[in-house]
């Protein structure tokens, strides 16, 4: 049982990156531009968060006020994550650029970037910040006794404050999405900008705020990715930033389908991971056999994607720059 509660804390854990910068992703694209560069946004959040959780833990902070900590953390990564997704708004909506090169091109300059700042911070060739151990929520943090049934084992095995506030900005996307005036013209503006503009929508302005919270959550999926990966910041995100583009098409550009999808790509991921610690799962008989459930969430994705590829429906104006002189 404890094995299982393993499995399904660890799934939680990697489903929370793929969920907040797919929902990222999301926001983008259905106002109407292709955010090829959450990758890119993933890493230089990561990067600015775990340098202000390294400026914090020499503060002292981290110790005396852990989460308080851990949540300006999580603002930094947002902020920055924002800024960046800056420069793919300007590119897109004011420069009428190429949405997927300017996106290929931020993913190219953001690991870049950050191997440069992480050597000027922390000396040459030392290209990975460690994240502080009270990053972590344990049953110690919060007053409660040390026990290791199913449930203490699934909740606090891994559990970080990116958990709880992805899950409440999954419920605040939602909202956004679809019971907001914002989501409504978010939405008019990636289906049809022409008509959107003729009723007074400000078609610039809506694609403008569907790129930032794009670099929002992408930024905190970027912190998310690197505490659950638990080897500290490497100036990589392993390649998340596609994966979660793949979770975005298969969620169908919906938020409850994208949390499915999230879950679902996470959860191989694992497999693969405990693939040694399954009694039941078949073994090869060839060397580094263990590669092959490695290889199973990329696998998964690719399979899916053929499959769904159909049924999927993207916003029809999505990658289209929008010209006022057009209808």
Not at 72 to 88: D, E, F, R, T
Not at 103 to 131: D, E, K, R, S, V
Not at 250 to 257: A, E, H, R, T
């Amino acid at each position: 049982m404890l094995i299982l509660a393993d499995i399904l804390s660890a799934t939680i854990l990697f489903a929370v990156p793929l969920l907040l910068v797919a929902l990222g992703g999301m926001f983008s694209e259905r106002s109407g531009v292709i955010n090829i560069a959450l990758e890119g946004i993933m890493i230089v959040g990561a990067l600015m968060s775990c340098l202000a959780l390294r400026a914090l833990d020499a503060a002292g902070l981290g110790a005396t006020h852990p989460q308080w900590a851990m949540l300006l953390a999580i603002l930094v990564a947002a902020l920055s994550g924002a800024v960046y997704a800056l420069l793919l708004a300007f590119a897109s909506i004011n420069l009428k650029a190429d949405q997927t090169i300017g996106g290929t091109a931020l993913n190219m300059l953001a690991p870049a970037f950050a191997i440069t700042l992480t050597w000027a911070i922390q000396g040459q060739g030392q290209t990975t910040i460690l994240i502080p151990t009270w990053t972590r929520i344990t049953q110690a943090s919060l007053g409660l006794a040390e026990t290791d049934g199913f449930f203490q084992q699934l909740i606090f095995k891994s559990c970080y404050l990116t958990t709880p506030i992805a899950l409440l900005l999954l419920i605040l996307s939602t909202i956004i999405m679809y019971k907001t005036r914002l989501g409504l013209r978010l939405r008019s503006c990636g289906e049809f900008p022409q008509a959107a503009a003729s009723v007074g929508i400000n078609v610039f302005k809506m694609r403008y705020i569907g790129v930032l919270i794009s670099g929002l959550l992408g930024g905190i999926g970027g912190l998310a990715f690197t505490v659950a990966a638990g080897s500290g910041f490497q100036s990589s995100v392993a390649g998340y930033g596609f994966l979660a583009l793949a979770v975005m098409i298969f969620g169908n550009w919906k938020p409850l389908n994208i949390l499915g999808a999230s879950l679902f790509f996470a959860f191989f991921k694992i497999l693969g991971s405990y693939s040694s610690s399954i009694p039941f799962l078949p073994e090869f008989s060839f060397k580094s056999s263990e590669y092959v459930y490695l290889m199973l969430p990329y696998v998964v994705t690719m399979i899916i994607l053929v499959l769904t590829s159909k049924k999927s429906r993207a916003p029809k104006a999505e990658g289209i720059p929008y010209d006022k002189g057009t209808r």
